[in-house]
């Protein structure tokens, strides 16, 4: 199994940022995908889940309607569009696959500053 972050930066307050996790390695299509986040001196949080076949979703609630998490099937894609980021969201953002035991990607870092 193996997970690649990738999209991650620097962005104003109130900026957006679309977050992609490329997957290989497991039968994509058959899991459910998340985002977690874990800032400075913070512990890990989940922002988001998507079902195996984007029948669902579920967001942290500090995130609901600023964030939206999708897959691409096809493609062995997840992604996090992010918006109206606030500087406490800076941290390294990871996707996580639970398949018995949990799969995590190395991250990717986002900083929100001016």
């Known amino acids: 199994v193996q997970l690649v972050e990738s999209g991650g930066g620097l962005v104003q307050p109130g900026g957006s940022l679309r977050l992609s996790c490329a997957a290989s390695?497991?039968?994509?299509?058959?899991?459910?995908m998340s985002w977690y986040r874990q800032g400075p001196g913070k512990g890990r949080e989940r922002v988001a889940t998507?079902?195996?076949?984007?029948?669902?979703?579920n967001y942290a609630d500090s995130v609901k309607g600023r964030f939206t998490i999708s897959r691409d099937n096809a493609k062995n894609m997840a992604y996090l569009q992010m918006s109206s980021l606030k500087p406490e969201e800076a941290a390294v953002y990871y996707c996580?696959?639970?398949?018995?035991?949990?799969?995590w990607g190395k991250g990717t870092l986002v900083t929100v500053s001016s």
């Open positions: 390695g497991f039968t994509y299509s058959m899991y459910a």
């Open positions: 996580k696959l639970f398949m018995g035991v949990n799969y």
């Open positions: 998507i079902g195996s076949t984007c029948g669902s979703v």
